[in-house]
């Protein structure tokens, strides 16, 4: 089993460290690589787009054609995971800070994203949250977006208060906070086991 | 939810946001048209100034944190988080900066220093800090005051990369030295680090012609004793030996001009880049904030690095350290 991390910019090296440990906990073989070319996530069984600025990653994996492996991937039907940044690339749609800055979005995840819903970087926290098949879980929300509106097939997995953070749609989980920062490696265990 | 359970400015939430910074270019700009520039070439966020180190440099004079009209109109401009400086020690201009809700505040040596002993003590604040560093000393210290973000200092606003490269190696190969450093070595290079706090405490002592032992029990730097120090700086140095770098993201800084310069400090282990002067200073600073991103990108790849370098026009002039008035790295140690 291969899973790849987008690693063109942001905590790259948090979820590769985050999905190794999970591997050992759930004692499967499998490797996890970062990549910052074309060529890794065709040829792997999942793929994470980690935190870090949406605009600048999404540049990125457009102009050196990752985003077309990330959709083709998707076609397959293989697990795709997408924290914070990565969230608002999986989007549909986004808000006006998306457009503004013209963002490309790769469009599977059928939600509307806000970033920076819950403001600056002072606003940035830390809180527990009840995560549907999990429970309680300790989740750190950085600059984080949220999901404003989901569409039918979209299974809402979490909340804060009354906002949508955590949800999936078939195999696409995507997150507004960030599991990889915490030693708690649940989240990244039920991506794995969404690996056929 | 309970509101006591949502917890800010935590050192999880700090650190947290300095590493959503990784393998990216950090740009200094001086007005909102210059913030739209960055973000759309694809930095990761911009340090908002009055003026660029270079300038700062030609003007001489004290240099203070930038009017935070400046900063807001910037802040405005931009999707992307905006940091901007305040000068070493100085408690009010961070409290301002932190109340306009600046995403991260850089105590810099860039601008004229206001304290001549301490640092801002940055577990104060809820706003995350990054702070220059020259050595695994000055790295450690700033991260025990609680900086979420480490930069070398390099030599600002001279476009000459050496100053950056040195300290890139210097903290390389210390990090090197402390992991194979036994719990005796590390007791004793804490106390060596943790000496620099007790210069206001000297200072007063030599003038009092008083013993410096009869200062044991009192607190040195805010409310902390030396020995307390020492604790603490040896709970760095074990994170240091554990993992084998520094706790916290590491940035490149100071004299970065050129896609290959950035490209050079990544290969050299840095996290990401700050360009300071070298884009807005440079004769296409469109070119050079694209071709710079990508070439920290693409660090390991020289054919990205040679085919970016292409026809990018003049960069920034450059200025030879040794010929230089005023060393910024010399401040704040």
């Given at each position: 089993?291969?899973?790849?991390v987008?690693?063109?910019?942001?905590?790259?090296?948090?979820?590769?460290?985050?999905?190794?440990?999970a591997?050992?906990?759930?004692?499967?073989?499998?490797?996890?690589?970062?990549?910052?070319?074309?060529?890794?996530?065709?040829?792997?069984?999942?793929?994470?787009?980690p935190?870090?600025?949406?605009t600048?990653?999404?540049?990125?994996?457009?102009?050196?054609?990752?985003?077309?492996?990330?959709?083709?991937?998707?076609?397959?039907?293989?697990?795709i995971m997408?924290?914070?940044?990565?969230?608002?690339?999986?989007?549909?749609?986004?808000?006006?800070?998306?457009?503004?800055?013209?963002?490309k979005?790769?469009?599977?995840?059928?939600?509307?994203?806000?970033?920076?819903a819950?403001?600056?970087?002072?606003?940035?926290?830390?809180?527990?949250?009840d995560?549907k098949?999990?429970?309680?879980?300790?989740?750190?929300?950085?600059?984080?977006?949220i999901?404003?509106?989901?569409?039918?097939?979209?299974?809402?997995l979490?909340?804060?208060?009354?906002k949508?953070?955590?949800?999936?749609?078939?195999?696409?989980l995507?997150?507004?906070?960030?599991?990889?920062?915490?030693?708690?490696?649940?989240?990244?265990?039920?991506?794995?086991?969404?690996?056929? | 939810?309970?509101i006591?359970?949502?917890?800010?400015?935590?050192?999880?939430?700090?650190?947290?946001?300095?590493?959503?910074?990784?393998?990216?270019?950090?740009?200094?700009?001086?007005?909102?048209?210059?913030?739209?520039?960055?973000e759309?070439?694809?930095?990761v966020?911009?340090?908002a100034?009055h003026?660029v180190?270079a300038?700062?440099?030609?003007?001489?004079?004290?240099?203070r944190?930038?009017?935070?009209?400046?900063?807001?109109?910037?802040?405005?401009?931009?999707?992307?988080?905006?940091?901007?400086?305040?000068?070493?020690?100085?408690y009010?201009e961070?409290?301002?900066?932190?109340?306009?809700?600046?995403?991260?505040?850089?105590?810099?040596?860039?601008?004229?220093?206001?304290?001549?002993?301490?640092?801002?003590?940055?577990?104060k604040?809820?706003?995350?800090?990054?702070?220059?560093?020259?050595?695994?000393?000055?790295?450690?210290r700033?991260?025990?005051?609680?900086?979420?973000?480490?930069?070398?200092?390099?030599?600002?606003?001279?476009?000459?990369?050496?100053?950056?490269?040195?300290?890139?190696?210097?903290?390389?190969?210390?990090?090197?030295?402390?992991?194979?450093?036994?719990?005796?070595?590390?007791?004793?290079?804490?106390?060596?680090?943790a000496?620099?706090?007790l210069?206001?405490?000297n200072?007063?002592?030599?003038?009092?012609?008083?013993?410096?032992?009869?200062?044991?029990?009192?607190?040195?730097?805010?409310?902390?004793?030396?020995?307390?120090?020492?604790?603490?700086?040896?709970?760095?140095l074990?994170?240091?030996?554990?993992?084998k770098?520094?706790?916290?993201?590491?940035?490149?800084?100071?004299?970065?001009?050129?896609?290959?310069?950035a490209?050079?400090?990544m290969?050299?282990?840095?996290?990401?880049v700050?360009?300071?002067?070298?884009?807005?200073?440079?004769?296409?600073?469109?070119?050079?904030?694209?071709?710079?991103?990508?070439?920290v990108?693409?660090?390991?790849?020289?054919?990205?690095?040679?085919?970016?370098?292409?026809?990018?026009g003049?960069p920034?002039k450059?200025?030879?350290?040794?010929?230089?008035?005023?060393?910024?790295?010399?401040?704040?140690?």
């Amino acid at each position: 089993m291969r899973i790849a991390v987008v690693g063109v910019q942001g905590d790259v090296e948090e979820h590769v460290l985050a999905l190794k440990k999970a591997l050992k906990n759930l004692k499967i073989d499998g490797e996890v690589v970062a990549t910052r070319r074309k060529g890794v996530v065709e040829k792997s069984n999942a793929v994470v787009i980690p935190g870090g600025e949406s605009t600048t990653i999404s540049r990125l994996i457009w102009r050196d054609g990752i985003a077309e492996e990330i959709l083709s991937l998707h076609e397959e039907g293989k697990p795709i995971m997408g924290t914070c940044a990565g969230l608002i690339i999986l989007a549909k749609r986004g808000d006006e800070q998306v457009e503004k800055t013209r963002t490309k979005l790769l469009g599977i995840l059928d939600v509307k994203v806000k970033r920076n819903a819950f403001g600056r970087q002072r606003e940035s926290f830390e809180a527990e949250i009840d995560f549907k098949g999990i429970g309680k879980y300790k989740a750190v929300f950085i600059r984080a977006p949220i999901v404003e509106e989901v569409g039918e097939n979209v299974d809402v997995l979490a909340k804060f208060e009354d906002k949508i953070v955590a949800v999936q749609q078939k195999n696409v989980l995507g997150l507004a906070f960030h599991p990889e920062l915490t030693e708690d490696t649940r989240i990244h265990e039920y991506f794995i086991k969404m690996i056929e | 939810m309970d509101i006591e359970k949502l917890r800010f400015g935590t050192e999880l939430v700090k650190r947290g946001f300095a590493k959503m910074q990784k393998g990216g270019v950090i740009m200094d700009v001086t007005t909102p048209e210059q913030a739209a520039i960055a973000e759309d070439a694809g930095a990761v966020a911009v340090m908002a100034l009055h003026k660029v180190p270079a300038d700062i440099r030609a003007s001489g004079g004290v240099a203070r944190m930038a009017d935070p009209k400046i900063i807001e109109e910037i802040m405005d401009a931009v999707t992307i988080p905006v940091m901007a400086k305040v000068r070493i020690g100085h408690y009010a201009e961070a409290r301002a900066l932190e109340a306009i809700g600046v995403d991260m505040i850089d105590e810099s040596e860039v601008l004229t220093p206001a304290d001549v002993f301490f640092h801002i003590d940055k577990r104060k604040f809820t706003v995350p800090f990054v702070c220059g560093a020259r050595s695994l000393g000055e790295a450690v210290r700033r991260i025990w005051e609680g900086a979420a973000m480490i930069r070398t200092k390099g030599e600002a606003g001279t476009g000459n990369v050496v100053e950056a490269v040195k300290h890139m190696r210097i903290m390389n190969y210390s990090i090197q030295l402390v992991s194979k450093m036994d719990e005796e070595e590390l007791r004793v290079l804490a106390e060596n680090y943790a000496r620099a706090y007790l210069r206001l405490t000297n200072t007063v002592c030599e003038e009092m012609k008083l013993p410096e032992v009869c200062t044991r029990n009192e607190p040195v730097y805010e409310e902390y004793t030396f020995e307390e120090i020492v604790e603490g700086i040896y709970e760095v140095l074990k994170e240091v030996k554990g993992l084998k770098r520094l706790p916290v993201v590491n940035f490149a800084a100071g004299g970065i001009a050129t896609p290959a310069d950035a490209a050079f400090m990544m290969q050299l282990g840095a996290d990401g880049v700050f360009v300071g002067s070298g884009i807005f200073k440079s004769s296409n600073p469109e070119a050079y904030a694209r071709a710079i991103v990508e070439a920290v990108q693409h660090y390991d790849e020289p054919e990205v690095v040679a085919e970016v370098s292409k026809n990018l026009g003049e960069p920034m002039k450059g200025l030879d350290v040794s010929q230089l008035e005023v060393q910024m790295q010399e401040r704040g140690v």
